[in-house]
T-cell receptor, first 119, second 117 residues
Framework: DTGVSQDPRHKITKRGQNVTFRCDPI?????LYWYRQTLGQGPEFLTY????????KSRLLSDRFSAERPKGSFSTLEIQRTEQGDSAMYLC?????????????????FGDGTRLSIL | GENVEQHPSTLSVQEGDSAVIKCTYS??????FPWYKQELGKRPQLIID?????GEKKDQRIAVTLNKTAKHFSLHITETQPEDSAVYFC????????????????FGTGTRLTVIP
């Protein structure tokens, strides 16, 4: 399967603990996105990477959240001092992207997500 | 920012009938509109998308129409089958006008479609 893969699929942790999720995008995709999805809602954008550079962060991404994509391939999302409100599905998506100044939107392909439950 | 509204929130149809889901968006600069299907516990799966330079796109039983003036777009599924049952999300995205700028998607709240055999 050459789609987007995420690990782990499920994470249960106590409030106050740190958690880290991993995303492996489709290999030729240089753009990587993190979204959060709560029950009954659509995904909400968190942050975006083009290659290894984190170029945009949503206001939803508090200081407790940090994301990296060190070599422009896989990415990690860490949440420190987890809170009840962090319980959600964390989705990763990837897409192709060019380098021209004006770029058309490219389809984003999602992983199965990591479901985080805070006890 | 962009605001996408989606209706209805739930939709039940008899197998073989058509289903229509409608979305509106607020930012006239948005120019890319994908639709995703999400089954329970599964990833959102891109089923069709449309760019603002066309008004309609069709792929077998699925079609999407776009009205830029009214800022709304719709998903049409014909000859529905039980396997079409899922939650469908519309989304909108801005064009990238700056090198490296994100085209993050703004999603609607979803429509739960149930196809009754």
């Amino acid at each position: 399967d050459t789609g987007v893969s995420q690990d782990p699929r499920h994470k249960i942790t106590k409030r106050g603990q740190n958690v880290t999720f991993r995303c492996d995008p489709i290999s030729e995709h240089n753009r990587l996105y993190w979204y959060r999805q709560t029950l009954g809602q659509g995904p909400e954008f968190l942050t975006y990477f083009q290659n290894e550079a984190q170029l945009e962060k949503s206001r939803l991404l508090s200081d407790r959240f940090s994301a990296e994509r060190p070599k422009g391939s896989f990415s990690t999302l860490e949440i420190q001092r987890t809170e009840q409100g962090d319980s959600a599905m964390y989705l990763c998506a990837s897409s192709l992207g060019g380098t021209a100044t004006v770029i058309n939107n490219q389809p984003q392909h999602f992983g199965d997500g990591t479901r985080l439950s805070i006890l | 920012g962009e605001n996408v509204e989606q209706h209805p929130s739930t939709l039940s149809v008899q197998e073989g009938d058509s289903a229509v889901i409608k979305c509106t968006y607020s930012d006239s600069a948005s120019n890319y509109f994908p639709w995703y299907k999400q089954e329970l516990g599964k990833r959102p799966q891109l089923i069709i998308d449309i760019r603002s330079n066309v008004g309609e796109k069709k792929d077998q039983r699925i079609a999407v129409t776009l009205n830029k003036t009214a800022k709304h777009f719709s998903l049409h599924i014909t000859e529905t089958q039980p396997e079409d049952s899922a939650v469908y999300f519309c989304a909108a995205s801005h064009p990238l006008v700056v090198r490296g700028g994100a085209n993050n998607l703004f999603f609607g709240t979803g429509t739960r479609l149930t196809v009754i055999p």
